[in-house]
Nanobody, 126 residues
Framework: QVQLIESGGGLVQAGGSLRLSCAAS????????MGWFRQAPGEEREFVAT????????YYADSVKGRFTISRDNAKSTVYLQMDSLKPEDTAVYYC???????????????????WGQGTQVTVSS
């Protein structure tokens, strides 16, 4: 099992940027697909972005496509979410998640992920 710890959340004005980090420990994540999800108050948790083990494949929710970028540094066991052009509707708790990757498979749903972080709050003011 991998322990995941998110950081980098905070308060930012609309149009601003934040970079979230997800540090993994306990085992290597070189064979893990990683994802970011978010949950706004009163809403269900939703998919944001995912990246395969090598970083060669990524996929984004339509709501963040073109504004957010997921990346990873396996040597540092860290996954990142660069968030640009932030909007008030991006306000949520952001969660990092990981799962052992099947070859060529991308993962978009909560139930597909085995390991989760505790979340980091992102608040975008208008």
């Amino acid at each position: 099992q991998v322990q995941l710890i998110e950081s980098g959340g905070g308060l930012v004005q609309a149009g601003g940027s934040l970079r979230l980090s997800c540090a993994a420990s306990g085992r290597t994540i070189t064979n893990y697909a990683m994802g970011w999800f978010r949950q706004a108050p009163g809403e269900e948790r939703e998919f944001v972005a995912t990246i395969n083990w090598s970083g060669s494949m990524t996929y984004y929710a339509d709501s963040v496509k073109g504004r957010f970028t997921i990346s990873r540094d396996n040597a540092k066991s860290t996954v990142y979410l660069q968030m640009d052009s932030l909007k008030p509707e991006d306000t949520a708790v952001y969660y990092c998640a990981g799962t052992i990757e099947g070859y060529g498979t991308m993962y978009y749903f909560e139930y597909e992920y085995e390991d989760w972080g505790q979340g980091t709050q992102v608040t975008v003011s208008s």
